[in-house]
């Protein structure tokens, strides 16, 4: 290892083994250059920017004093371990974060040996952990199973369930909890982190140990009294008592930013024959960098950006986003309709409520990282003659489906869900990308749902919702910009389960679903070229299926192919099993269905991974030729025996 005072430390500890070997001293140095380095290459390749930069000094000191990748180190959604990454060799690829073939935005067990868990969803981190801490104990192996959680991941119910059941590893878990908002209790200075080190030492742990013993030879009034004392003035100093309910050893608030702090009460934890523990440490988002700490939501996800000024790359000005669409119809629906609420959790303004919000505060409620509530609490809302609007992802809407299944579809109650970015996403890559509500939808009795082609039909199928009464109804649509079709001022209800057809032709049809219908538009200028008259229809309704409009299409064209932003199971395959229910297949029909493939698609640009999908014009162009069996120039080719 060099030591020249010219070289940077950061380019002398490019794994944990080396950042070990420097002196306490040194690592104030390596922090702030950790911490320049991110900034410097997340300016290049935009992402998450807050988050890791509240977190440098607790990455730094966690991989100092525990020995990662023995001990296993989960992080919590993971959009703050990119110092973590450039700690644990990966600096010279962190300017590929979130580009195609680059490193991922999140935690993936494919990419370092210290990404034991990957995780891109929040509140998972605890049980994972647990799960890490539990089979090293059953086989008797070294290591300890650390936790890093956000105060904002522990309004989830999942942490919980895993702390109530947390004791059974003893003191092999550890779970920090990353306070980065303040919302539990604020750091109290130097008298907070005196107690926080003194009561994480092992000479207190004994001492408490033993007065416990004796405590427990009281009478059991006294007994029970000094227990109470014990855990009052505890709670009063450090706020634990939740924590110590739940099995864990609380020790905290400590200055999540203070070396001289963070590393001799870790030490502590790290060495204690009690356990579990919880470390409670108070950090600022965007820590170090002026204006991520003046404006931290705007800099928790970022563009590319200037690092001298801070000002991000703007893309150029375009249509508006959906779920702006959805949020503006949304809260102008509701000035004429008091019944309107609108739920999200966790993610107002990624949804669209925040527009809702502004203009009607008391009848938004953002239920933080709790879907399984959001889904129920909406059924409720239903119940008693609401017409409530649960505004979620996709991806995230996955962790509600019991809800979605007990509390809304068999009650046949009318919730509306509003679900955000379905389809592909980019650089979020599979964990946030939308591929299977279709399915895990349409599936369902009494369900109806639907998919805008453009941002005008989003605008009617909103309303559709709002009107819809007689059970739950879903409209879906996909992250980014509308394509520019002018909003109507007054929006239609559409007749449920109702599609239309585009343009008319004689030989090809295509069904399309959702806002693959402009690259099919593309498709069929492409085979009217070649001589192939086609039919371009938008069926607006995964469920139910327009079963008159699909019968004639099929009956009366040669070939025809869906066309979907979603996986097997979905609106193409609910066309093939009516054309099965209906004898269709056995009259020779030639029906192709296009979907999303069956594995997860890597991050990458929409456009690309709609590509390498099969899921474009040429895509669509091709899956025609091949089943009409023409070749690229027309010709048509002899059918193989």
Not at 204 to 229: D, N, S
Not at 326 to 338: C, M
Not at 414 to 420: E, G, H, L, N, S
């Amino acid at each position: 290892m060099s030591n020249r005072p010219d070289t940077p430390l950061l380019d002398t500890v490019p794994t944990p083994n080396e950042l070990r070997k420097l002196k306490p001293e040194q690592l104030r140095q390596l922090a702030d250059e950790l911490r320049a380095e991110m900034i410097s290459a997340v300016g290049t390749t935009g992402g998450h920017l807050g988050s890791g930069l509240g977190v440098v000094e607790l990455t730094t000191a966690i991989h100092y004093v525990f020995d990662t990748p023995r001990d296993r180190l989960v992080w919590d959604v993971g959009h703050q371990a990119y110092p973590h990454k450039i700690l644990t060799g990966r600096r010279d690829r962190i300017r590929t974060l979130r580009q195609s073939g680059g490193l991922s935005g999140f935690t993936k067990r494919t990419e370092s040996e210290y990404d034991p868990f990957g995780a891109a969803h929040s509140s998972t981190s605890i049980s994972a952990a647990l799960g890490f801490a539990t089979a090293n104990m059953l086989s008797d192996r070294p290591g300890k199973a650390i936790a890093v959680i956000g105060d904002g991941a522990m309004s989830a119910g999942m942490a919980y369930e895993a702390m109530n059941n947390a004791t059974a590893a003893g003191n092999r878990l550890i779970v920090i909890l990353n306070d980065n908002d303040m919302s539990i209790a604020p750091p109290v200075g130097g008298l907070s982190a005196y107690l926080a080190r003194i009561v994480s030492s092992r000479g207190f742990l004994g001492v408490r140990e033993v007065l416990k013993r004796l405590a427990r030879r009281l009478p059991g009034p006294l007994h029970k009294a000094a227990k109470k004392t014990d855990e009052f003035a505890r709670g009063m100093a450090m706020g634990g008592t939740l924590f110590e309910e739940l099995g864990f050893y609380y020790v905290g608030p400590i200055d999540g930013h203070n070396l001289d702090q963070l590393i001799p009460v870790l030490e502590n934890v790290r060495d204690a024959a009690e356990g579990p523990c919880l470390v409670h440490v108070v950090t600022k988002k965007g820590k170090g960098y002026a204006p991520a700490e003046e404006s931290a939501d705007k800099y928790h996800g970022v563009q590319k950006f200037d690092v001298v000024s801070g000002v991000q790359a703007k893309a150029p000005p375009g249509p508006p986003s959906y779920q702006n669409v959805f949020g503006e119809t949304l809260a102008k629906l509701a000035e004429t309709d008091d019944r309107i609420v609108a739920i999200t959790a966790a993610m107002p303004s990624g949804t669209g409520v925040d527009k809702f919000a502004k203009a009607h505060p008391d009848r938004a409620f953002d239920v933080g990282i709790a879907e399984q509530h959001a889904v129920t609490f909406a059924a409720g809302l239903a119940a008693q003659g609401m017409r409530p609007f649960c505004a979620i992802y996709s991806t995230f809407l996955q962790r509600a489906y019991d809800q979605v299944v007990h509390d809304v579809a068999i009650q046949n109650l009318p919730v509306r869900f509003a679900i955000d970015r379905a389809g592909l996403v980019g650089a979020d890559g599979c964990t946030h990308a939308g591929s299977f509500d279709l399915t895990y939808l349409s599936t369902l009795p009494n369900f109806v749902v639907m998919a805008p082609s453009d941002e005008a039909e989003l605008v009617h199928m909103t309303y559709t919702a709002a009107c819809h009464d007689s059970g739950p109804i879903a409209l879906r649509y996909p992250r980014g910009n509308g394509t520019g079709v002018a909003l109507p001022e007054v929006p239609q209800r559409l007749a449920i389960g109702q599609g239309r057809i585009v343009c008319s032709g004689k030989k090809v049809a295509i069904l399309s679903l959702g806002t693959r219908l402009e690259e099919a538009m593309k498709a069929a200028d492409v085979l009217e070229a070649k001589g192939l008259s086609t039919t371009v229809a938008d069926l607006r309704f995964a469920k139910p299926l327009d079963i008159g409009l699909i019968r004639k299409l099929l009956t009366t064209h040669e070939v025809a192919v869906t066309v979907e932003e979603n996986s097997i199971g979905g609106f193409g395959a609910h066309v093939l099993t009516m054309a099965s229910d209906e004898g269709l297949i056995d009259a020779g029909l030639k029906l192709r269905t296009l979907r999303l493939p069956d594995f997860f698609q890597e991050h990458d640009k929409p456009e690309v991974q709609y590509k390498q999908a099969g899921l474009d014009a040429d895509a669509i162009v091709d899956s025609v030729l091949k089943a009409l069996r023409v070749n690229s120039v027309g010709v048509v080719e002899e059918a193989r025996a």
